[in-house]
């Protein structure tokens, strides 16, 4: 199975101020049509999941560009250009490459101000 | 607009069963295959089980595995978990999430959660 490994796993920040979490894969999520299969996703207090970024480096629908996500192959990055009070929850990554599917998140990256 | 409703989570002793139901509207549910991921508490995300848009291909996460069963109506834009054998480990906020079947954009949507707590 592929192993995904989040860092830091708790991210004090200032309102303002950049952010950056990582995110590593026990194996290349690199497929053979060029994509990355790599999604973020937000989960703040009290509600249900978000799709930040799906593919490495696309944002989804609705998402701030302060969300960006790059990367190839097994490193990602999660950035947030300016921090904002209502960013905080928790960070995970996905990936979504093995076959058959079993995908398997990061253990998560606490985001607080 | 876009929405995903779970229901049927509670209560449940060791060993017992358990139906998840999962409510779509606003989108055609045949166009998506469909996920269930779960959080337990005080711990992170969980992928339990992947359904694809015909309920041609389905697949589980190991610790699952022999116990879960995912299905689907397209007709009725639901999507069910059966759980069965369930162990306290399985106690955990379940999420039902859409993925769209033609192009990977990831989990787009997801609905708010049912509780299950197994326990005697």
């Known amino acids: 199975d592929i192993v995904m490994t989040q860092s830091p796993l708790s991210l004090p920040v200032t309102p303002g101020e950049p952010a950056s979490i990582s995110c590593r894969s026990s194996q290349s999520l690199l497929y053979s049509n060029g994509n990355n299969y790599l999604d973020w996703y937000l989960l703040k207090p009290g509600q249900s999941p978000q799709l930040l970024i799906y593919l490495g480096s696309n944002r989804a629908s609705g998402v701030p560009d302060r969300f960006s996500g790059s990367g190839s192959g097994t490193d990602f990055t999660l950035k947030i250009s300016r921090v904002e009070a209502g960013d905080v929850g928790l960070y995970y990554c996905m990936q979504a490459l093995q076959s058959p599917p079993m995908y398997t998140f990061g253990q998560g990256t606490k985001l607080e101000i | 607009e876009v929405h995903l409703v779970e229901s049927g989570g509670g209560l449940v002793k060791p060993g017992g069963s358990l139906r998840l139901s999962c409510a779509a509207s606003?989108?055609?549910?045949?166009?998506?295959?469909m996920n269930w991921v779960r959080q337990a508490p005080g711990k992170g995300l969980e992928w339990v089980s992947l359904?694809?848009?015909?309920?041609?291909?389905?697949y589980y996460a190991d610790s699952v595995k022999g116990r879960f069963t995912i299905s689907r109506d397209n007709a009725k834009n639901s999507l069910y978990l059966q759980m069965n054998s369930l162990r306290a480990g399985d106690t955990a906020v379940y999420y039902c999430?859409?993925?769209?079947?033609?192009?990977?954009?990831?989990?787009?949507?997801w609905g708010q959660g049912t509780k299950v707590t197994v326990s005697s």
């Open positions: 999430a859409r993925e769209s079947a033609v192009r990977y954009n990831g989990m787009d949507v």
């Open positions: 606003g989108f055609t549910l045949s166009n998506y295959s």
């Open positions: 359904i694809s848009s015909s309920s041609r291909y389905i």
